[in-house]
T-cell receptor
Framework: DAKTTQPNSMESNEEEPVHLPCNHS???????IHWYRQLPSQGPEYVIH???SNVNNRMASLAIAEDRKSSTLILHRATLRDAAVYYCIHLSGTYKYIFGTGTRLKVLA | SQTIHQWPATLVQPVGSPLSLECTVEGTSNPNLYWYRQAAGRGLQLLFY??????ISSEVPQNLSASRPQDRQFILSSKKLLLSDSGFYLCAWSVKDNQPQHFGDGTRLSIL
């Protein structure tokens, strides 16, 4: 099964950038890397996804290592509303998300 | 735009009682549909997956079942609930394989 490794928790100060790392050493050449975040008592929210190139959207940036065995989700300016559990996932097969325990991000005012 | 609805938001059921959770998607046709369960403090576990009406793939053997009677309706059921069925149940949809999944707000199920 596709497995990712993330730190259990991270802290950031408000208004500062946050870099959330993820290792996915078992990724295959056609697996996309997806990031989600989950607030308490809510369903996960899609953040960003990519295959090989770095990706940017209104929520975040995704930096993918050249060997694709790791990636980093970048929040350019953390706000209190960014406090959540962040999940990094790559697809095993075509639909089977394997969710780990994610990284709990704490944003300090 | 597409929306996903799950109900109820919370549910308390006695052991041995039946279960029916419903999920509907609006604004898209022939979506992939998914049921997940999340235990407290854990990641999500995929339970069922459907690519079309009447087509259900089960990922984890258990006393739950799923049905897709209509294109945008996905139902999670059980004939007799166990204590271990407690958890946060989430429905999701995607356009097709390998595309981002979009989740509902979930149902928190407590078994007494």
């Amino acid at each position: 099964d596709a497995k990712t490794t993330q730190p259990n928790s991270m802290e950031s100060n408000e208004e500062e950038p946050v870099h959330l790392p993820c290792n996915h050493s078992t990724i295959s050449g056609t697996d996309y890397i997806h990031w989600y975040r989950q607030l308490p008592s809510q369903g996960p929210e899609y953040v960003i996804h990519g295959l090989t190139s770095n990706v940017n959207n209104r929520m975040a940036s995704l930096a993918i290592a050249e060997d694709r065995k790791s990636s980093t989700l970048i929040l350019h300016r953390a706000t209190l509303r960014d406090a959540a559990v962040y999940y990094c996932i790559h697809l095993s097969g075509t639909y089977k998300y394997i969710f780990g325990t994610g990284t709990r991000l704490k944003v300090l005012a | 735009s597409q929306t996903i609805h799950q109900w109820p938001a919370t549910l308390v059921q006695p052991v041995g009682s039946p279960l029916s959770l419903e999920c509907t998607v609006e604004g898209t046709s022939n979506p992939n549909l998914y049921w997940y369960r999340q235990a407290a403090g854990r990641g999500l576990q995929l339970l069922f997956y459907s690519v079309g009406i009447g087509q259900i793939s089960s990922e984890v053997p258990q006393n739950l079942s799923a049905s897709r009677p209509q294109d945008r309706q996905f139902i999670l059921s059980s004939k007799k609930l166990l204590l271990s069925d407690s958890g946060f149940y989430l429905c999701a949809w995607s356009v097709k394989d390998n595309q981002p999944q979009h989740f509902g707000d979930g149902t928190r199920l407590s078994i007494l």
